[in-house]
């Protein structure tokens, strides 16, 4: 008999305006509608990975199992309970793991039998957003369970992802130290809304400045354990590994990245252009962004149209940390040719995106940082006959 179509893993509309398809529970959202956002992204229009269907969740039945050996008071929180708890706002990027994935050599610089082609799902720069969280700390949930001596803390979802060794619930485990810092949220309202489903509805946990991967959604229990507990399944295939490793390690603040709120392969007019574009670390806040501007002078050759070739850009408000932040610089006169732009963002931390050659590859694709090229053509005015 033939296979079940797989069940859709994304709830709400994408329309190819708004977004960039990469596979099922995949939708990157393109950067060139990203100009009439404002600070934040609209919910409808964030990105969403989801590497299952949304489970069904009633949330006048669902509860969130909090316990584990270092819990002295285990218990079962109603939604309404966690309401009931101090609320905290945060505005935070959240920026997948795997962003910018597809920049990624497809196979290590040293190749080997060992290392294979980087595979997966290949997002260019839009598995991120920024939203105005809303929800309660860990660490408030925690101790209204009778917090212990801790080490780690697992966090469960209630989904059931299909993987190589049967079905599981996504799960992260974290040292207690990030999972109780202040800024690390059970998020319930994502811009002023409640979470929507395909953002992990009815909670997910929010750890400040950390990939968007371990941002676990649908979430349905907290085991926190007074002994070191293994990693999960999911972690160990979202760990950084490769021939500049000593030892596999796991993704956790996200790299200093930048994007222009431009389409990929557009086509501009000849003349002035103001170029927008926005940056953002999981480190802290963004200190300066530069920009280059590279035109392709024969084929696979390229020169700056600047002298230097990089740029200051404009930032247009006060960064905040781990907040995206809007940027500008001007494109004087022009002329038609085939041009690639590159953006470089340094965070407060000292950070800057290096250059793409200069990259360290890892098997699964984690945590690109380079200022890869966004290509686009400059057309004359007059078509061609």
């Not at 509805?201 to 676990?216: D, E, H, I, K, Q």
């Not at 740029?311 to 085939?338: D, Y």
Request: aromatic share 10%; with cysteine; hydrophobic share 40%.
């Amino acid at each position: 008999m033939p296979k079940p179509p797989e069940p859709n893993f994304v709830v709400q509309p994408t329309p190819s305006t708004y977004f960039t398809n990469r596979g099922n529970g995949s939708e990157e959202m393109k950067f060139g509608p990203v100009a009439g956002y404002g600070d934040t992204v609209p919910n409808d229009r964030f990105y969403i990975h989801s590497r299952a269907a949304a489970p069904k969740i009633d949330v006048a039945t669902w509860r969130l199992h909090v316990g584990g050996s270092a819990i002295k008071k285990p218990r079962s929180f109603r939604h309404d309970e966690l309401l009931e708890l101090a609320p905290v706002t945060l505005r935070r990027t959240l920026d997948c793991g795997v962003n910018c994935r597809a920049f990624f050599p497809k196979v290590s610089p040293y190749a080997s039998l060992k290392w294979l082609p980087v595979g997966w799902t290949q997002w260019h720069f839009g598995a991120v957003g920024a939203a105005e969280w809303k929800g309660v700390r860990v660490k408030d949930v925690l101790q209204a369970a009778g917090l212990g001596t801790a080490v780690d803390v697992r966090f469960t979802s209630l989904d059931s992802i299909v993987t190589d060794i049967g079905k599981l619930p996504y799960a992260q485990v974290v040292p207690l130290a990030k999972a109780i810092a202040d800024d690390t949220l059970l998020v319930y309202e994502m811009n002023g809304q409640p979470l929507p489903i395909d953002h992990g509805y009815p909670l997910r946990v929010l750890f400040s400045g950390w990939g968007g991967n371990t941002a676990v959604k649908w979430l349905g229990s907290i085991e926190v354990s007074s002994e070191p507990q293994p990693v999960s399944h999911f972690q160990i295939n979202q760990g950084m590994d490769g021939p500049d490793y000593p030892e596999p390690m796991l993704g956790t603040v996200a790299p200093v990245r930048s994007a222009l709120e431009l389409n990929e392969d557009l086509t501009l007019q000849p003349g002035d252009h103001t170029l927008h574009g926005r940056a953002w670390s999981g480190a802290g806040a963004i200190d300066h962004v530069d920009v280059c501007i590279e035109h392709e002078v024969a084929p696979g050759r390229w020169t700056a149209i600047w002298d230097p070739p990089w740029r200051p850009a404009t930032l247009l408000h006060k960064p905040e940390p781990m907040m995206w932040v809007r940027f500008e610089t001007t494109w004087e006169n022009a002329t038609p040719g085939r041009y690639r732009l590159m953006t470089r963002a340094t965070d407060d931390a000292g950070r800057t995106q290096p250059r793409p050659e200069d990259v360290v590859w890892n098997q699964h694709g984690l945590g690109y940082g380079g200022h890869a090229p966004l290509e686009l053509s400059v057309l004359p005015l007059t078509n061609f006959p």
